[in-house]
């Protein structure tokens, strides 16, 4: 078992980070205040340590919301052409999209561990629906046929062209009728295993139909990759700067590994315990015990799954009573509306496109005023297109409540 030390603070007390600090530290490391936005997106997106990919227009969204000035173009760019960011299955089976120097970290620790599971549950189903005898010679076959049928194609493919190009995978596999699967769950697979990735999007910036791509391809020289232990070790570094303090159980859940592989990383990176409100122990890097000064106010209005909302398991410093209202069943975050490092509402669109602040609970007048400068921003960058999205929050998907203004 890793040994973890406690480091003391003045006078042989613990460190305290209240929850006014955290919400202070959150203003700063996540580029929200004013003050503190980015010139970019690969900026932004190191200031997360990753971002959310679930949804498309979610990479965009956040960029805009941490980087001064901004267009969609940038974001393409980063992606697609400079390649300085790259979309990688990985924590919790989830989309995220990396700074490419992170990825040596991520490919053999929590995605590795995303791909076991996948293979081990492919495998059993394709035995359970009687494409094989043998499941994993099944999924060893359909990869190889696959990254063959991409070796020459630099520019890559879409999922229909390869469905097309390798028919034992233009199957559907139905073990149980709420959860079938298809031939993009093998490539699902081939992008966790890191062979191949999502390249160039074929459609506009809010929709996902990317051209399939050898990672040698895409990324030209592909790095190696680190040990499972200092891939975890590297990426709960970043998460400390990002999201510290954070207890054992928020990276246990925010890496969807074991808390002793968490444990092991916070050993070796010689992490010091904190206290936190509410009684908790929240862990900070060695040399990031200093406070946080006071970003002053700030107001930003975050898209659904934003890195921020996700970033924690332990959310009541920011989300209050809140919870319900703004997360769907399933734990996805909608929407959300925040007033100087706490959710007061959520943020939806009208017929027109127009973006409307829909408070959840009363907040100053400045608060408000500074939501729907906010919100006449957003609206204008957006030039009237309305963002889908299939993670609406009961608060989004709730009748207009008194306070929410037309701006």
Avoid at 30 to 47: E, I, K, M, N, Y
Avoid at 243 to 271: E, H, N
């Amino acid at each position: 078992m890793p040994v973890i030390r406690d480091r003391l603070w003045h006078h042989g007390a613990m460190r305290h980070m209240s929850d006014d600090e955290r919400r202070a530290r959150l203003a700063v490391r996540h580029a929200l205040a004013p003050a503190f936005r980015v010139g970019s997106p690969q900026a932004a997106t190191r200031a997360m340590t990753v971002l959310h990919a679930t949804e498309p227009a979610t990479v965009h969204l956040s960029c805009r919301a941490r980087v001064a000035s901004l267009t969609l173009a940038d974001v393409d760019r980063a992606l697609y052409d400079d390649r300085d960011l790259v979309k990688q299955l990985a924590m919790r089976r989830t989309l995220f999209v990396f700074p490419r120097d992170l990825l040596p970290a991520v490919w053999p620790s929590a995605s590795a561990r995303v791909a076991g599971n996948e293979r081990a549950r492919m495998a059993r189903d394709v035995v359970r629906a009687g494409l094989a005898a043998d499941g994993d010679d099944w999924l060893d076959r359909a990869r190889a046929e696959v990254l063959a049928a991409l070796a020459d194609t630099p520019d890559g493919r879409s999922a229909l062209e390869i469905r097309r190009a390798v028919p034992m995978i233009d199957v559907r596999v139905t073990v149980s009728p709420t959860d079938p699967w298809s031939a993009s769950r093998v490539l699902t697979h081939l992008g966790a295993t890191a062979d191949i990735v999502r390249g160039v999007n074929a459609v506009r910036w809010y929709t996902s139909r990317p051209r399939w791509t050898l990672m040698r391809h895409w990324l030209g020289d592909v790095p190696a990759t680190m040990s499972a232990d200092d891939g975890y070790r590297e990426i709960v570094r970043r998460w400390l700067y990002s999201f510290g303090p954070g207890t054992v159980d928020d990276l246990a859940w925010w890496l969807g590994a074991t808390k002793t592989a968490v444990r092991t990383a916070l050993a070796a990176l010689d992490a010091v315990a904190v206290s936190l409100d509410r009684g908790a122990t929240g862990w900070v890097l060695p040399d990031d015990l200093d406070e946080t000064p006071d970003p002053g106010p700030w107001a930003a209005l975050l898209p659904v799954l934003d890195p921020t909302v996700m970033g924690w398991q332990g959310r009541d410093f920011y989300l209050g009573p809140h919870r319900d209202r703004l997360f769907d069943r399933r734990g996805n975050a909608g929407t959300t509306a925040w007033a100087d490092g706490r959710v007061v509402g959520c943020w939806v669109q009208d017929d027109a496109g127009v973006v409307r602040v829909r408070l959840l609970e009363p907040v100053p007048a400045s608060a408000r005023r500074a939501l729907d400068d906010e919100a006449a921003r957003l609206t204008e960058w957006l030039g009237g297109f309305r963002v889908p999205t299939v993670y609406g929050s009961p608060a989004m998907k709730a009748q207009p409540p008194a306070d929410t203004t037309p701006l």
